[in-house]
């Protein structure tokens, strides 16, 4: 089951674990609804948060997992590649690291950019 949720104490802890993560401005942005966050359950006890929005590009719309953490990726990635297909849009997921990257490009994602910064 995945179903929307407004921001809440545990997506916060969780998604605060998630490395590289501004969890400000993810809890802004959901709170005002730029962003959606999801919750994701199954029967055999994967769970974990996704969090979503979509972006208008030069190109169109665009549908950005802005965040994940949890169990159960293979299993909750396929849900929202099969809504963004149904939807018509793109999907573009951000990750920060590279095990992540083999597993998105799995299932069937491919590296676009890169992204480096300086404090």
């Not at 997506?11 to 490395?19: D, F, P, V």
């Not at 999801?38 to 997992?65: F, K, N, P």
């Amino acid at each position: 089951m995945i179903r929307l949720e407004p921001w809440n104490d545990l997506a916060e802890h969780a998604i605060a674990r998630i490395e590289g993560a501004c969890v400000v401005d993810i809890r802004h942005e959901v709170r005002a609804g730029i962003s959606q966050l999801w919750h994701c359950i199954d029967a055999e006890g994967h769970r974990g948060y996704v969090v979503t929005r979509l972006e208008e590009r030069e190109s169109g719309r665009e549908w950005v997992l802005v965040a994940g953490v949890g169990k159960g990726f293979h299993v909750f990635v396929q849900t929202f590649i099969e809504a963004a297909r149904c939807a018509g849009l793109p999907l573009r997921a951000h990750v920060n690291r590279r095990g992540m990257v083999r597993m998105y490009e799995h299932v069937g994602f491919h590296v676009s950019e890169y992204v480096v910064r300086k404090p």
